[in-house]
Each structure stands twice: as C-alpha cells, then as structure tokens.
C-alpha cells in the first residue's frame, strides 16, 4: 500500500550539491550514512512534527533508535531539525529497519498523524505516547506508556474498579495476558500514589518491557485497521471496540 505525500527513499544525498546551513563537520561525515530517508509533501507536516511522528512509528514497529535529524528542503538547503528527543537506553535498541518495515512506516505515520487529530482523547493518547519517546528514564516511560493505555480504553464517565476495567478492556481487544495487564497498571499506580520501592527496580524493568509491547500492539491495531481508527471519533464506538 503507498501513502500519498510520503515515501521512505534511498539516501542519495550529495552534499557537493547542496546548500549547507550551518553544519558542522560532523554532520558531514553523519548525513551520508542512513540508506533511507523520509520524504514527504511540504504540506503533511512541519519538520519538527514530521521527525516525531517518524520516531514514533519506528517505536510502533519495534524498539528503535531510529529518529530524523536533518532536512532537505525545496530549495536544496541541508538544514537540522531541532532534536530534543533522547537515544534510547537499551541494548536490545536497534537502528536498523527490514525492507519490510520501511514499506508499512508510510502506513502507520500518516495514520498516527490523523489518529493525533480525530478528538481530544486521541490527543491526549498522542501526547503520552509522544511522551515515551522523549522520557529520559525508562521508569518515566512505562508510566506514561500506562496513561496512553488508558486513555485509550476508560470511559468518559467516572468509573469504579478501574484497574478491573483496564485489564479486561485491554484483554478483550488485543488477548493480552490479564496477570500481566494488572501488574503494568500496579507499578502505574504505585508510582502515582507513592508507594513505589526503588528496591524493585530490576522486577519492574520487566514490567516495562510489558507496557511497551502492550501499547505497540494496541496502536498497531489501531492504526492498521481503518474501522478501528475511525471508532475514535466517537466515544461510544471506541468503548464498543473493548467490550463496552
């Protein structure tokens, strides 16, 4: 499937060509070195917001260190994007991407960019998703890889036996492991309420990698199925996708 406005490309860069713009000679020696590069229509996105909904889609496809940081723009002008996002602190982080993935990146990057604009719960699920991303520590992340979750699963009416309903929402649609679901929620709700112990980190590394997996799996569900996106536009038709 191609998305039109966005195309992952070979990096044919030739900066003997181009117009530099304050680059140094370590960008020089950097920029040749990807295979690919994103290209997209002037009018899909911004450059900042293009290199987040890139960074992000990568992230959806598996644990990456992948992230744009420089563009070139109509006028051939080689230019940095501003990058406030930190590398990913993980051995298992790779920067590598299959031929296979490049082609489904296109895919879920367009469908990030309208699911980031369909209503104000998608906004808010963006933005903790988005906040994974740029989180220095790990612990940071899985918290808000949990608040992504369950905004995209609570209900807009106050609720009770919450932890009940994130794990069986979340269960219904994607089969996840309950056991595992209501630990993820347990560490969410731990740090939140200040019963954390740091003495757990190790076991709670753990239950990150969950919080991770759960959420790529529940986004890519999301993404790739068109009917599944557009039932957020609607509270009603979302909560039908987890059981109501």
Request: hydrophobic share 40%.
């Amino acid at each position: 499937m191609t998305v039109k406005g966005i195309e992952i490309i070979q990096n044919t860069i030739d900066l003997s060509k181009n117009n530099r713009v304050n680059l140094s000679e370590e960008d020089v020696i950097l920029i040749p070195m990807p295979k690919y590069c994103l290209q997209i229509d002037n009018d899909m996105a911004r450059p900042e917001v293009a290199s987040l909904l890139f960074m992000i889609s990568c992230r959806l496809l598996k644990r990456s260190k992948v992230f744009i940081r420089y563009r070139v723009d109509v006028g051939a002008h080689v230019l940095k994007v501003v990058d406030r996002y930190p590398f990913v602190n993980s051995k298992e982080a790779t920067r590598v991407l299959r031929q296979n993935e490049c082609a489904s990146l296109p895919i879920l990057y367009s469908r990030l960019k309208k699911f980031s604009s369909l209503s104000r719960r998608t906004r808010n699920a963006f933005y903790f998703l988005k906040m994974t991303c740029i989180s220095m520590g790990w612990l940071e992340s899985l918290l808000f890889y949990v608040c992504a979750l369950e905004t995209l699963t609570s209900s807009s009416k106050r609720e009770k036996h919450i932890t009940e309903k994130f794990v069986d929402r979340i269960h219904f649609f994607t089969g996840y492991s309950k056991r595992k679901l209501e630990m993820i929620y347990n560490v969410r709700s731990e740090l939140i309420h200040g019963r954390y112990s740091y003495s757990a980190e190790k076991k709670n590394l753990k239950w990150f990698r969950v919080a991770e997996e759960v959420c790529r799996k529940m986004f890519n569900m999301i993404l790739l199925d068109p009917a599944c996106l557009n039932s957020f536009k609607k509270d009603q038709s979302r909560m039908t996708l987890f059981g109501g």
